[in-house]
């Protein structure tokens, strides 16, 4: 077999593998205590997420990754962009971003003013003329790094689209690798920058409109 034909099936196999990956990867459901979630408040409060810090909760061992639970999370919020990834380590256990915006960032005439992006797991957002205090436009949004808990949840994520409404349940995760990498979930939604994403572990995922 000459060269460029080994080379034409390495790329065919590689791109092969590359559409079998899943958009979403599902984590077992049965990881974390149900009775810890319930903990939650129902109706989270769309003016701002809804989280309790947890401590001495068993990680998870999923496929060799570590999940550490650092906290439960709940939100209301208007969807302002959504990218899939293939590829990087990061993949292994969240295939999709989701922007969200609360408060007065879920505002569609407010949202409507930012040219909004997302690319290297992170968002972005910029305008002519701020509608809103950038302080606030940090305050009231966030990209997250998104792990499906069950299938319906994995369905809910492929659905989702900019300008959704949805109503969001889970627990902020860091992520361990075997090999000594690791991914640290915010705690805060006063950050920026680098780290500021969070990792959210989806129990339940409801779209209201």
Not at 14 to 36: E, H, I, K, M, N
Not at 94 to 123: E, H, K, T
């Amino acid at each position: 077999m000459s060269l460029r034909s080994l080379v034409v099936l390495a790329l065919l196999f590689s791109f092969g593998v590359w559409s079998l990956r899943p958009d979403v990867v599902v984590v077992d459901p049965a990881t974390f205590d149900p009775l810890l979630l319930t903990q939650l408040p129902e109706r989270p409060a769309q003016a701002e997420p809804v989280q309790m810090n947890i401590h001495d909760v068993p990680v998870l061992d999923w496929n060799g990754i570590v999940l550490k639970p650092r906290a439960l999370f709940g939100l209301e919020s208007r969807v302002l962009g959504t990218r899939r990834y293939r590829f990087g380590q990061e993949t292994d256990v969240s295939n999709i971003d989701v922007a969200f915006g609360w408060g007065r960032m879920a505002d569609p005439g407010i949202a409507s003013q930012l040219s909004i992006s997302q690319s290297g797991r992170f968002y972005f957002w910029r305008a002519r003329e701020l509608p809103i205090p950038a302080a606030e436009i940090v305050r009231s949004s966030a990209n997250m790094h998104l792990i499906a808990a069950n299938d319906n949840v994995r369905r809910e994520l492929k659905r989702l689209k900019e300008g959704d409404q949805v109503r969001l349940h889970g627990v902020l995760v860091d992520v361990h690798w075997p090999n000594g990498g690791y991914w640290k979930t915010s705690l805060t939604r006063e950050d920026s920058g680098a780290g500021a994403c969070e990792i959210v572990w989806v129990h339940r995922l409801e779209r209201l409109l």
